[in-house]
């Protein structure tokens, strides 16, 4: 039987997609959730690829390459790991905008999915 998800705070979803929104008005003029065919195509190949490239750049900062260092041990930046990952969020953030994805049903689908996921580790991923 499926457990129950935890409660869960105020995520804050709503504010941060509604801020995320502003910005991009304020610093671009644009409104992501407006923008149609190949102007919002650009938007959503550009803001993913900026996601992945922030991303990847989080994976440096923990320096995942065991055989790069001499003693072996990973470098623990946190901070920079912080920043690196804050820009990733910023970035899924405009993707989540320009989809039209409001608080509520983003820590819906959070939810949804934390709890698939959960259930998965219980029971594993048959892929």
Same mark, same amino acid.
């Given at each position: ?9 105020? =995520? !804050?979803?709503? %504010?941060?997609? #509604?801020?995320?929104? @502003?910005? *991009? &008005? ?20 550009? =803001? !993913?690829?900026? %996601?992945?490239? #922030?991303?990847?750049? @989080?994976? *440096? &900062? ?66």
């Amino acid at each position: 039987m499926p457990r129950k998800p935890p409660t869960v705070p105020d =995520m !804050t979803f709503g %504010a941060w997609l #509604e801020a995320t929104a @502003a910005l *991009q &008005e304020q610093a671009y003029g644009i409104r992501p959730a407006e923008l149609l065919g190949a102007a919002r195509a650009d938007y959503l190949r550009s =803001m !993913t690829l900026a %996601a992945v490239v #922030e991303l990847a750049e @989080a994976a *440096q &900062e923990t320096y995942w390459k065991p055989w790069g260092r001499a003693d072996g041990t990973p470098r623990r930046d946190r901070d920079r790991v912080l920043e690196e990952l804050v820009d990733v969020l910023h970035f899924l953030g405009n993707l989540l905008v320009a989809q039209g994805v409001t608080g509520p049903e983003l820590t819906a689908a959070y939810l949804a999915k934390a709890q698939v996921n959960r259930d998965r580790q219980v029971t594993g991923y048959a892929g």
